[in-house]
């Protein structure tokens, strides 16, 4: 672990979308590089996001082109040519939404040029103490650091969402795994699905769901769609009004943080999927390459004998109707989403982990009734804590784990940073 001879001015922690686009505003307000540092436990920034990516086959991000990791929002149009002369597929639809390839580019270039890998220390925050010297002494698995002011990147929080029917099922076998969790094993998934001529069970009624169903098509598997709605379908997965003044005028000006947390829940599109990749759902449905089940709730997995004397494992399915099937499945694979905050932390954790669930409660942080922060304007929890993402939600907005979200963050990050320089 680099160590500083006296405390940085600021630590990122984190180093996914929102931490790497911060710490690039931090060096644009004046920071120094030598007085920052991000902490992330992977070996390259956007490690997790480009996993998560990679692993869903998403072609086009549901943001449109003005949201990135550069400075400008027409930093990623520059980026890719003029106009005229630039290849017609790199941006989709009205919102002109960018190829997952581009921004990827993008933000490497983005990396690459500010110098952010430089400013990457390796390693896994396990506890801070808010009144260490000189401002916070953070705890890592390789050692400590101090900083003036530390900044929490840290994640959507909670674990993968499984099913309440998961871990018997697993119990006995069942080759279930969860689309986010710590390992998918892609080829295995496709080697079963082709060998045994049955689908993958993909359970999930959002866009990763959508997307990772037709990434097992176009690599030649099989799948099953099983949602337990019929499709829905959103251009964004929160109205356009959260991004400006139409609905944040109103969301600012109620005091109550638990009506501020219904505000949020209420205005995010769960389980739902912009119109290009329902549209190729549809489709594929319709072909017979995809067998779409709609309204449909798995309720358990079970190993069942052919006729031939092999076994199968089979997907137990309730209809609206309370009546039950069986499909037979290769696998299935759960895109049930993450843990997310509903009326408290301890029902979907917590981001950051136990240790800031912890320090939050024994030092009375100011929190909601769901356990999470209660930020000022400038994103400060406390003196010299500042959140983004996830734990930031209660002030910037529903959109605020969303890439918008890091950039409505960086607005206000950035004041602050330029007041102290």
């Known amino acids: 672990m680099h160590r500083a001879e006296r405390p940085l001015d600021w630590l990122v922690v984190g180093g996914g979308i929102h931490g790497t686009h911060l710490t690039r505003v931090l060096l644009e307000a004046g920071v120094r ?57 790199l941006f989709k639809g009205q919102r002109r939404r960018p190829l997952l390839s581009l921004f990827q580019d993008h933000a490497r270039h983005v990396i690459g040029e500010s110098g952010l890998q430089e400013l990457h220390l390796r390693a896994r ?55 986010f969790g710590p390992d998918l094993p892609w080829e295995d998934l496709l ?8 689908p993958v069970a993909v359970v999930g009624g959002g866009i990763s769901a959508g997307q990772f169903a037709l990434r097992v098509i176009h690599d030649g598997g099989t799948a099953a769609l099983l949602l337990r709605h019929e499709l829905r379908v959103e251009s964004l997965d929160a109205d356009p009004g959260w991004l400006g003044p139409k609905n944040l005028k109103s969301f600012h000006a109620e005091t109550d943080p638990a009506t501020r947390r ?30 779409l089940r709609c309204n449909t709730n798995p309720v358990g997995c079970h190993r069942t004998t052919t006729s031939c004397g092999g076994d199968r494992w089979e997907l137990i399915l309730r209809t609206e109707g309370d009546e039950e099937r069986t499909v037979p499945v ?3 694979v759960l895109a049930t989403g993450i843990g997310h905050a509903t009326d408290t932390y301890a029902d979907s954790g917590f981001p950051g982990g136990l240790w800031l669930q912890r320090l ?55 004041a602050v940073a330029r007041s102290l320089s």
């Open 191 to 198: 080697e079963q699905a082709r060998r045994t001529g049955l």
């Open 125 to 179: 925050v396990t506890g801070m103490d808010p009144s260490g010297p000189g401002g916070f002494r953070v705890e890592t698995d390789r050692g400590g650091l101090h900083a003036r002011r530390v900044l929490l990147c840290v994640g959507g929080g909670g674990a993968p969402s499984d099913p309440s029917w998961v871990e018997s099922a697993r119990s006995q076998g069942a080759p279930i795994t969860h689309l």
């Open 330 to 332: 290769s696998s299935v």
């Open 33 to 89: 590089r030598s007085r920052i540092r991000v902490v992330d436990p992977e070996p390259e920034l956007l490690a997790v996001w480009t996993e998560h990516t990679t692993r869903t086959g998403m072609r086009y991000l549901r943001s449109p082109g003005v949201h990135h990791l550069g400075l400008d929002p027409f930093d990623l149009f520059r980026f890719a040519g003029r106009r005229r002369a630039r290849r017609r597929d």
């Open 360 to 414: 939050a409660r024994e030092r009375e942080f100011p929190t909601a009734p769901c356990g999470f922060p209660v930020p000022d304007s400038a994103l400060q929890w406390i003196e010299g804590l500042h959140v983004s993402g996830a734990l930031a939600e209660l002030e910037v907005g529903p959109v605020a784990k969303n890439i918008v979200g890091a950039r409505m963050a960086a607005r206000r990050i950035d």
């Open 262 to 291: 219904h505000l949020v829940q209420s205005a995010r599109h769960r389980g739902s999927m912009p119109p290009e990749v329902a549209g190729a759902v549809r489709a594929c449905a319709e072909a017979g390459g995809l067998d």
